[in-house]
């Protein structure tokens, strides 16, 4: 079962919003809209999977840039005093994260592949401790790397970072975590050839 976070509720794991606009047109129905430090924090979701770490998971989401200013921009994160986590998109917009150990220093995947503004895009991350992490776009594999021995969670949409990454600028639609790891045909579903699918199609 996915925990998910998502603006048309109805879900167990809905995260807890702060300051981040509701209800605007989405890529599928409604979605949230940031700007500033408002941010949703999904610790509540993301403690649903703690069981699961440090085994393996997947994160996913439709996310739409207004504009890139040239400074990284947070998707997810996980704020901590010696180093961030998560998926940005870094100041050369490029899709770029960070994957925390349980114990040790963070592991820096920097993919290389350019973020388009202006347009909805499905991004996808599944690691497996000890195994490999994968990054996807719009359904595609375009980086993988090997993981951490252990993983943890994230737990927060935007919002500015301790370490200075500035919050998204712009949409967030459809966020699913899952306590497995979905499969290249899987991921690919979810785009459903552009068109997407609701998280809650993948248990």
Known sequence: MASVIDS???????????GAT???????????????????????????????FPGAYTMSAWVYLDE?????????????????RGWWIDNNGKIFAQVAPQTGST??????????????IHIGMTAVANGTTF???NGSAVYNSSSPATLRDTYTISGISHMGAQPWNGKIDEVGIWSRVLSG?????????????????MS
């Open 8 to 18: 048309v509720g109805g879900n167990d794991n809905d995260g807890v919003n702060d």
């Open 22 to 52: 509701i209800g605007v047109s989405g890529k599928i129905l409604t979605a949230y809209d940031f700007s500033s430090n408002n941010h949703v924090d999904i610790s509540g979701a993301s403690s649903t999977l703690n069981n699961s």
């Open 68 to 84: 890139h200013t040239g400074s990284y921009k947070n998707v997810f994160f996980q704020d901590a005093t010696n180093g961030d």
């Open 107 to 120: 592991v820096n995947y920097s993919t290389g592949v350019s973020f388009a503004s202006g347009a909805w």
């Open 135 to 137: 990054f996807y776009v």
């Open 185 to 201: 045909d899987e991921m690919l579903s979810l785009t459903n050839a552009g068109a997407g699918l609701p998280f809650s199609s």
